[in-house]
């Protein structure tokens, strides 16, 4: 069956099974490996994507759940890898080993967009669901609070400006 979505931007059909986890059609058949699979359960937050605006665990959510709707990846979060989220993650070297980054990014840059100025309790409230093996979660918190002071100003890069 086909199912054809909004990814990143730009209209994609794929011929998958529908009940397939978006997690695999975006990573095997859109040929997207920035969404990362760990636990396959919904629990560690390493698969998050934008379904709508709304961060989803993409490894337990059908690609069929996709259709007709706008999807986000880290790829697509921006062109130019100069999200606020991006630029405070790498100014406070967030990452260590780096493997829940893709979803943590995309789950901050989810609670930024409703929430231009969380609180710490409120930053804890939507983090939750991410793990970080490594640990580096002060980070983690410091990294959305840099990012909350540009986020309200920030404004993607066109094509033009990253060709």
Same mark, same amino acid.
């Given at each position: 069956? =086909?199912?054809?979505?909004?990814?990143? *931007?730009? +209209?994609? /059909?794929?011929?998958?099974?529908?009940?397939? +986890?978006? !997690?695999?059609? !975006?990573?095997?058949?859109?040929?997207?490996?920035? =969404?990362?699979? #760990?636990?396959?359960?919904?629990?560690? &937050?390493?698969? =998050?994507?934008?379904?709508?605006?709304?961060?989803?665990?993409?490894?337990?959510?059908?690609?069929?759940? #996709?259709?007709?709707?706008?999807?986000?990846?880290?790829?697509?979060? /921006?062109?130019?890898?100069?999200?606020?989220?991006?630029?405070?993650?790498?100014?406070?070297?967030?990452?260590?080993?780096?493997?829940?980054?893709?979803?943590?990014?995309? @789950?901050? #840059?989810?609670? !930024?967009?409703?929430?231009?100025?969380?609180?710490?309790?409120?930053?804890?409230?939507?983090? @939750? *669901?991410?793990?970080?093996?490594? &640990?580096?979660? *002060? %980070?983690? %918190?410091?990294?959305?609070? %840099?990012? #909350?002071?540009?986020?309200?100003?920030?404004? +993607?890069? /066109?094509?033009?400006? =990253?060709?």
């Amino acid at each position: 069956m =086909t199912v054809s979505f909004e990814l990143n *931007g730009g +209209p994609i /059909s794929l011929d998958v099974d529908p009940e397939m +986890p978006l !997690l695999w059609a !975006l990573r095997d058949f859109a040929g997207l490996t920035g =969404t990362k699979y #760990a636990c396959g359960k919904a629990l560690c &937050g390493s698969c =998050t994507v934008h379904i709508d605006d709304q961060p989803v665990r993409s490894c337990v959510i059908p690609v069929s759940a #996709a259709a007709g709707k706008n999807v986000t990846t880290i790829e697509g979060l /921006s062109e130019d890898g100069n999200h606020p989220v991006q630029v405070a993650w790498r100014e406070l070297n967030v990452a260590q080993c780096g493997y829940c980054q893709s979803g943590q990014i995309m @789950s901050a #840059a989810a609670l !930024l967009a409703t929430n231009p100025s969380p609180s710490d309790d409120e930053i804890n409230n939507a983090m @939750s *669901g991410n793990i970080c093996r490594c &640990g580096t979660y *002060g %980070r983690i %918190r410091k990294a959305i609070k %840099r990012a #909350a002071e540009s986020v309200q100003t920030w404004e +993607p890069a /066109s094509a033009e400006e =990253t060709a």
